[in-house]
């Protein structure tokens, strides 16, 4: 069975930021800097332009994420793309993407498959899960793992949506993951979900459980209420689950590994919420210089803030071959999952 290891890492965000001010100043929230940054560690985010939808910004960080690995599109076995903010309810963002790299149109064409998955903050560890499996089996050599958000789209900035629209922000992060014969990569990951909780952090759009599943008004337009419209939290559940969850699922692989959390080099948070992280990490007991945070630069970017860290810290020449790299994330579903890998 070949070893499945991240060969490359890429990111992208959207050029326009926008501060915890400019949510006052421009969109007329209100609320401040100062709220904002004392309960997430958030002090700006990026949105895209309009235009500009998920698998685009997906497509962006993927071209990055092959030319660090080395490879082509061509080369790809198979493409995941992780989103909750996919551009259509179906298809899924993956094929837009995979269109962008216009594979069907080579001389020789190549119709690369594309699964979307749909977990929300933990989208990302349930791809790498899925990629390595994928890898592991022999039936990819090379999988292409993205993790994307056009979250501004549809955040509701206004007073009344603050709750949740100063959380989150649009980006993209990928990582190819490759076949290796070395000893290195994938050591074990975990993932959880408790679908008890579901609406607790959802934003529902529809219903098919009616019909039709959206309203009609007397002209047979669809009509959403803001609470169907827009993702509903309650904040208090997430942080404490979110806490409990991230921890359980960190000590189960380092126990399976038979190492403890201070055998780690480098941890990766999903990036959701500082006091969430800084609290984790807190409980295991990890200095300072072995956890990464953006949180302040690109508030939440759901499946995209693990990639999104990885990108930046191998970049910074923070994240070197043979060190031990532990990633854990927390969101809707509830969902969960963590893995640790020998980089
Ligand atoms: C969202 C979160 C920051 C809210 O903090 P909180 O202390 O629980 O605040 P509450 O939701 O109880 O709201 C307290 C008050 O602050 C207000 N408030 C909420 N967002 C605000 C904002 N951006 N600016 C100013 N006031 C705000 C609320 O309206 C409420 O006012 P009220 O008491 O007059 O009704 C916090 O619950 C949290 O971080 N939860 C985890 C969220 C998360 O990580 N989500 C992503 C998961 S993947």
């Not at 679908?195 to 047979?220: M, Y």
């Not at 790299?325 to 980089?343: E, I, P, R």
Request: glycine share 10%; charged share 20%.
């Amino acid at each position: 069975m070949p070893n499945a290891y991240i060969s490359g890492t890429g990111y992208y965000v959207p050029p326009t930021i926008v501060t915890n001010d400019d949510l006052v100043e421009t969109y007329g929230v209100e609320t401040s800097h100062e709220w904002i940054v004392k309960r997430t560690g958030i002090e700006a985010r990026r949105f895209a332009e309009d235009g500009v939808g998920t698998a685009e910004l997906g497509f962006e960080a993927a071209k990055d994420a092959l030319a660090s690995a080395g490879l082509t599109i061509s080369d790809i076995d198979m493409i995941v793309f992780a989103t909750l903010s996919p551009d259509y309810a179906f298809p899924g963002s993956g094929v837009l993407m995979q269109r962008m790299f216009k594979v069907a149109e080579l001389e020789t064409p190549k119709f690369i498959p594309a699964l979307d998955v749909r977990n929300q903050c933990s989208g990302f560890l349930y791809g790498l899960a899925t990629a390595s499996s994928m890898v592991q089996s022999g039936g990819c050599k090379h999988v292409l793992l993205v993790g994307a958000e056009k979250h501004s789209a549809a955040l509701d900035i206004t007073t009344r949506g603050r709750t949740v629209s100063s959380l989150f922000g649009d980006g993209a992060g990928a990582v190819v993951v490759s076949a290796t014969d070395e000893d290195r990569g994938m050591r074990k990951w975990t993932l959880g979900a408790d679908g008890r909780h579901a609406e607790e952090l959802c934003q529902k759009v529809w219903d098919t459980s009616k019909r039709p599943f959206i309203t009609l008004d007397e002209n047979g337009n669809g009509i959403v209420p803001p609470e169907d419209m827009f993702a509903n939290m309650n904040g208090r559940l997430v942080f404490k689950n979110a806490v409990e969850k991230m921890i359980v699922a960190l000590w189960e692989i380092c126990s399976d590994q038979g190492i403890g959390p201070n055998d780690i080099d480098m941890l990766f948070f999903h990036q959701a919420n500082m006091r969430i992280n800084q609290y984790v990490q807190k409980q295991l007991g990890l200095p300072d210089e072995k956890v990464m945070h953006n949180i302040d630069r690109y508030g939440n970017t759901t499946a995209a803030t693990i990639p999104i860290l990885l990108a930046e810290a191998e970049r910074d020449g923070k994240l070197k071959p043979g060190m031990k790299v532990a990633m854990v994330a927390f969101g809707s579903g509830f969902t969960w999952g963590a893995a640790l890998v020998d980089w």
